[in-house]
């Protein structure tokens, strides 16, 4: 009896021995546990804390190119390829945090929504969208589709283009814009687009608040052979090399400078630039955040945020 109360008593031990590591195991579960997830929450934090702190290194870039663009209206009021606006902002370091940049000229490219003019399709400004795209080659036709895709009516603007009914019988069911464009993006919906050939757009195109010229001194050679019609691609290039080295004092300057009997589209040849896109990144650590902005520069220089996104 004696021994079967002393192999009881040690059974029980053994399971109150088994029982107390059980628990000691599952404090230092749960200790770790708790130990974890509160390094996780730190690290959140300090992520949450780096990327508000990087998003203000970009604001900073932004100020940096409306006092360079302001002090560039003070100096010229024409814009070209050489000026400081225009060179690449040499990685610097801010608070911390490796910032480079760019600013580039909008007003150097097509803005689409001159293909609208009060609702209806702008033949003069199609036709200069059709040549851009054929010195891109990219199917002109395209040029078309984007139109109808803005207009406000829902007239085909060729024999086999794409408007309200043409969207209605796709899958999902789509309905044209029917109105000017707030982002390129947008155009990743419009019949033929995909995204090859809308990174191929990219470079040349813009959409911007209401109607715009080119500016000649900053245009690429495809935009230059598409504001002047009859103008080749070879002699656009060739003029392109030297604006580069000479840029262009006024539009007389560049009329000048074209074949004989060419002439850029009325009304869209500028020298003056009203539109900048800046183009900002910010590195540090785990840390690496870009911005695009949008900034408008009136006649006095005064310069103001039109939109602003994550790069």
């Not at 992520?47 to 932004?62: H, K, P, T």
């Not at 850029?264 to 630039?273: E, F, H, K, V």
């Amino acid at each position: 009896m004696i021994s079967g109360r002393l192999a009881s008593g040690q059974h029980q031990s053994g399971m109150a021995i088994v029982l107390a590591m059980l628990v000691l195991a599952l404090a230092a579960i749960a200790a770790s546990g708790f130990v974890f997830r509160a390094a996780m929450e730190w690290r959140k934090f300090e992520n949450a804390s780096s990327l508000g702190q990087a998003r203000w290194v970009l604001r900073a870039a932004e100020k940096w190119a409306g006092a360079v663009l302001r002090d560039d209206a003070r100096q010229s009021s024409v814009d070209h390829r050489g000026e400081l606006w225009a060179r690449e902002l040499p990685a610097v370091d801010s608070e911390g945090y490796a910032l480079s940049g760019r600013v580039e000229d909008m007003d150097g490219r097509f803005n689409l929504n001159n293909l609208i003019r009060e609702g209806v399709t702008d033949p003069a400004q199609l036709a200069l969208f059709r040549r851009l795209l054929g010195a891109l080659d990219v199917p002109e036709a395209l040029a078309e589709d984007i139109a109808d895709w803005l207009d406000a009516d829902n007239r085909v603007s060729g024999s086999d283009n794409a408007e309200t009914a043409l969207y209605a019988a796709q899958s999902p069911i789509l309905a044209p814009a029917n109105r000017p464009l707030a982002s390129p993006d947008e155009l990743i919906r419009v019949r033929g687009m995909n995204r090859a050939l809308l990174d191929r757009l990219r470079p040349y195109i813009a959409v911007l608040p209401g109607f715009n010229g080119i500016n000649v001194n900053t245009a690429s050679a495809e935009t230059l052979a598409a504001l002047v019609d009859g103008l080749t691609l070879e002699q656009a290039y060739t003029l392109a090399a030297r604006r580069d080295r000479v840029y262009f004092r006024d539009i007389e300057d560049f009329r000048q400078a074209l074949p004989p009997g060419l002439s850029p589209l009325a009304g869209m040849g500028l020298t003056t630039s009203r539109y900048f896109l800046v183009l900002a990144r910010a590195r540090h650590d785990r840390v690496n955040v870009g911005s695009r902005a949008l900034l408008s520069r009136d006649t006095n220089g005064t310069t103001a945020l039109i939109w602003r996104a994550s790069l």
